[in-house]
């Protein structure tokens, strides 16, 4: 039971549910991966949370979530033909990617395997407009 009637407060209720809160980060610049000490919104605040993502090895840190972060070391050392590779990237990428509520969908995937080297490149498809990454590079394998 609550303090107002009813009626009041599923107005209440519904005005907090209709604002969606604009998505906030810390702005990294990303060729050195140190804060700028500014918060960026919006679009920018995606683009910052997709790369964090990506860099992050999902279940290590305690800090986040077990839906946070990737699994591209799972595919290091393990002898997988370039095929299998470049399928399981994608996946991940998607799963990592796609628990943002802001995140609609990934399109124009691309993986290249070289050596030790495997880069993705991608488009990412959010409710506030399109961010191209290009040549993410995870090494190690």
């Keep these: 039971m609550g303090l107002f009637p009813a009626y009041i407060e599923n107005e209440i209720l519904s ?15 990303f060729n050195s991966g140190q804060l700028t000490g500014e918060i960026v919104e919006g679009l920018e605040a995606i683009k910052i949370w997709v790369w964090l993502a990506l860099q992050v090895p999902r279940y290590r840190y305690y800090a986040y979530t077990w839906d946070y972060g990737s699994e591209f070391e799972d595919l290091i ?9 470049e399928s399981e990237s994608r996946r991940m990428t998607e799963d990592c990617l796609l628990i943002n509520s802001d995140i609609q969908s990934i399109s124009d995937f691309h993986v290249s395997v070289e050596k030790d080297t495997l880069t993705i490149s991608f488009i990412v ?13 995870i090494a190690g394998f």
Excluded: L
């Design 77 to 85: 050392g393990q002898g997988y033909s370039n095929g299998y590779i």
């Design 125 to 137: 498809n959010t409710v506030y407009g399109d961010i191209s990454f290009q040549n993410q590079t």
């Design 15 to 29: 005005e907090v549910i209709k604002q969606p809160a604009i998505p906030k980060e810390y702005g990294i610049d």
